[in-house]
Antibody, heavy 120, light 107 residues
């Protein structure tokens, strides 16, 4: 069974930093692109970033470029999101999602989500 | 960026009803279109990928059609467990945008 478990969320002041982690199991992590998707309270999902199997391609939502960094450790089946210069509007539940093997993205497995609250 | 517009934003229906949700892209996305279902407090669940391909384990009452800019998700006979919010999402190019959602409520 595919499992994705996020950790590292919490309350942080504007301008602060957090590092989210996602540990994967039940599939060969290194075979898949992976994504972070967030959902602000009462809003729809918003894709944040994704990373190719060996990190040779990385893409970001414009509003997080230069502030967030996605990375992965295939030996530990782990995905990370380093979030710096956090803003109030970054407040959301952040999901780790399995992306594609190849071809077009489809988020076919999701973690339970982790809440990030940016507030003074 | 590609904008995804869903309609209606909400609908009321009864068990057994046929329900159709529409998603329109601001430019052609070919058939790079996915549909998700989300229930309160849960992560979204993939229903349809590539516009018309049923994800493994998803009941056959769900179906998707369309290409280019216009897409539909149809539930052929609404079941009690189908009351949820449904989102379309384009996978044509980054940023991978979602529609605003359609809430399916009990009439």
């Amino acid at each position: 069974e595919v499992q994705l478990v996020e950790s590292g969320g919490g309350l942080v002041q504007p301008g602060g930093s957090l590092r989210l982690s996602c540990v994967a199991s039940g599939f060969t992590f290194s075979n898949y692109w992976m994504s972070w998707v967030r959902q602000a309270p009462g809003k729809g999902p918003e894709w944040v970033a994704n990373i190719q199997q060996h990190a040779s391609e990385i893409y970001y939502l414009d509003s997080v470029k230069g502030r967030f960094t996605i990375s992965r450790d295939n030996a530990k089946s782990s995905l990370f999101l380093q979030m710096n210069s956090l803003r109030v509007e970054d407040t959301a539940v952040y999901y780790c999602a399995r992306d594609k093997l190849a071809g077009a993205t489809k988020f076919d497995s999701w973690g339970q989500g982790i809440l990030v609250t940016v507030s003074s | 960026d590609i904008q995804m517009t869903q309609s209606p934003s909400s609908l009321s229906a009864s068990v057994g009803d046929r329900v159709t949700i529409t998603c329109r892209a601001s430019q052609s996305v070919d058939t790079y279109l996915n549909w998700y279902q989300q229930k309160p407090g849960k992560a979204p669940k993939l229903l349809i990928y590539g516009a018309s391909n049923l994800q493994s384990g998803v009941p056959s009452r769900f179906s998707g059609r369309g290409s280019g800019t216009d897409f539909t998700l149809t539930i052929s006979s609404l079941q009690p467990e189908d009351f949820a919010v449904y989102y379309c999402q384009e996978s044509y190019k980054a940023p991978l945008t979602f529609g605003g959602g359609t809430k399916v409520e009990i009439k």
